[in-house]
């Protein structure tokens, strides 16, 4: 404990504005609670952010991946979850319709785009699937407002920050995000950066050890 405390006091914007760590490797303000309502979009095949915030703080987390070879154990998840959990086989992006997704057969993440690193390089199926936006998602959790909404969508997150309207980032206390510049070919950190000036644009602040997972809030 005594060590943990030394490395909070080491980071006084962490320390000022109660950020703290969350498995498996994401960051959050510590103002969540059993009341809290939380959008994980990406879940891979275990959830375990969702489950790591329902462990923490009782929530309920309603979770979005479109990866077929995930949707038994996530499914199992939900189950298991005693109403904390809501599973949706959909993905996320600009408008609600239907697109191809390729899934890779040898990794957890697949990607819409065919120069993911994981596409390009790994034996893959391709299916079409369900997409929504963030505006569709609120009527279909039944909340209008959402305390921490994370985003994990493989590149996609490029279109839809820069088509994010005020609206909907007002009815969102924190937003998580993993770019991917480093893993699909035609982005650059620099377009990561453009995501990142949108959001403080919108009045978030921002906060990242390693230039790719995000952590946005006011």
């Known amino acids: 404990m005594f060590s943990i405390i030394k490395k909070i006091l080491k980071s006084p914007y962490r320390f000022k504005n109660k950020i703290i760590s969350i498995e498996p490797n994401y ?5 969540l609670n059993d009341k809290s309502i939380v959008v994980d979009i990406g879940l891979g095949d275990n959830a375990d952010f969702s489950k790591a915030l329902i462990k923490r703080y009782n929530l309920r987390s309603f979770g979005f991946d479109p990866t077929k070879k995930h949707c038994s154990s996530l499914r199992q998840i939900e189950k298991n979850s005693n109403g904390h959990f809501k599973f949706f086989p959909k993905a996320l992006s600009i408008k609600k319709d239907t697109e191809i997704f390729y899934e890779s057969l040898a990794n957890i993440s697949g990607s819409f785009l065919n120069n993911h690193i ?29 305390d921490l909404l994370k985003m994990d969508v493989e590149g996609e997150e ?24 480093h893993c699909i070919d035609g982005f650059s950190f620099q377009d990561t950066l453009n995501c990142v000036n949108i959001l403080k644009n919108y009045g978030f602040k921002s906060y990242s050890i390693d230039k790719i997972n995000y952590l946005f809030f006011r």
Do not use: C, R, W
Not at 118 to 146: Q, R, S
Not at 159 to 181: D, Y
């Open 27 to 31: 960051k959050i303000i510590n103002n």
């Open 118 to 146: 994981n596409i390009k390089n790994d034996k893959t199926i391709a299916y079409p699937i369900e997409t929504i936006t963030i505006e569709d998602i609120f009527p279909l959790i039944g909340h209008n407002y959402i």
């Open 158 to 181: 490029y279109k839809v920050i820069s088509s994010l309207k005020e609206s909907a980032l007002s009815q969102m206390g924190q937003l998580i995000v993993e770019f991917h510049h």
